[in-house]
């Protein structure tokens, strides 16, 4: 067990230590095992981090993402959807929108428009970011007056046309998209078994992350919509034995380490959504508390960097960091200490410290525990609107 202030297991080595046993054989994740449960042939690991924490509008801010990094840097962290005309006509924002680049972020973009997506994709590259995703899965009211999200299942051809586009203009760094298993009554899998192979093969695109549900566009909220049609995982399943060639990432219900391991020998990535509100389902390299004074440096870089960004944007993402009824008094004070809204942000940084030197940290790993987690839904890659960036966007 670990005693606060000792470094965890880093998510590296707990991913090392996973193992696939098959007729007796026990061998790392990180090689696949010839004649595994989803009958692909042996390929090697084609995703570096194949743990995933997915797109998610108002959750998975820049800051989120910093402190998601800090706990461990193994993850593939994507952005919250960002609306392309937001990025495009705020060519010097990006920063305030995505947070510094790294390795392994993926910056997700939501729209229709092949040009504006492309001018997008280019200044996401052009500001050393990695990769993007294109959002082909939000079913909220708002992203269908746009013309976007789960929207575009319906016309494969223009997601084609958004990537040609992109390619077009230049954009070389990995193009993704994020998808659902169907969309109102196109939920064959022969419907989406054509949607992927049109895409893969008239488009560099060769990695998809499938939300393995479908969704309804009427009748349905996003909150419904990530409970109510119920998960299919073996369509992904299948998808990825039909196009052995390609980099399939399971999105859908996950919430514990050894769910994750499961679908490793399945398929190459898994993402988790919602859960990670309440802690990431791995363990970090850092103690607790070490990880929260580190954060709260950075909070201090972004007030000097002067971020557009409110007190409580900024702070919010400390409020995961502990679970169960301990997670419930850090919150009590937490909100406390930010209020009131006009407070400076380094005062409120200096409260913070002072609370947590009195305050008694859970020491021990910080896996996952669904009744600790107060995560009472499933999770998902949307939430019920977009947020002000989109509704800035010229939807």
Known sequence: METDGLPAPSLENKLNNLSISENG????????????ASGRPVLPRRINNPVAVAPMVDVTTSHFLHLCRLISPNYTLYTEMVHCNAVAYNPEGLLNFFGEPWEG?????????????????????????????????????????????????KNPQSVVDIIDEMV??????????????????????????????????????DHFIVHARKCWLKGLSPKQNRTI?????D???????????LTFTINGGFRTPDQLK?????????????????????????????????????VLTEHERGTPHSNSMVMAPLKMMIPGRRGKDFRRQYAS???????????????????????????????????DSEAASDEESEVDEPSEKEAASSL
């Open 337 to 371: 200490i930010i209020m009131p809204r006009t407070k400076p942000l380094p005062d409120i940084v200096r409260d913070m410290r002072e609370m947590l030197k009195d305050f008694n940290i859970p020491t021990g790993l910080r896996g996952v525990s669904v009744s």
């Open 105 to 153: 972020k993926v910056v997700q973009l939501g729209g229709q428009d092949p040009e504006m997506m492309a001018k997008a994709a280019k200044l996401v590259q052009d500001n050393g970011y990695h990769e993007v995703n294109i959002n082909v899965g939000c079913p909220s009211n708002r992203v269908q007056k746009g013309a976007f999200g789960a929207l575009l299942m």
């Open 262 to 298: 499961e679908q490793l020998d399945l398929v190459d990535g898994v993402m988790v959504g919602r859960e990670a509100m309440h802690g990431i389902p791995a363990t970090q390299i850092k103690s607790t508390r070490e990880i929260m004074e580190e954060y709260l440096d950075y």
């Open 235 to 245: 369509v992904v399943y299948r998808l990825a034995k039909d196009f052995p060639h």
């Open 25 to 36: 054989l026990s061998v790392p994740i990180q090689q696949k095992i010839e004649g595994t």
């Open 229 to 233: 049609p119920p998960l299919k995982y």
């Open 168 to 205: 077009k203009v230049g954009v070389t760094i990995p193009i993704t998209v994020k998808c659902r298993i169907g969309v109102d009554n196109l939920d064959s899998y022969e419907y989406l078994y054509d949607f992927i192979k049109l895409i893969s093969t008239t488009t560099p695109v």
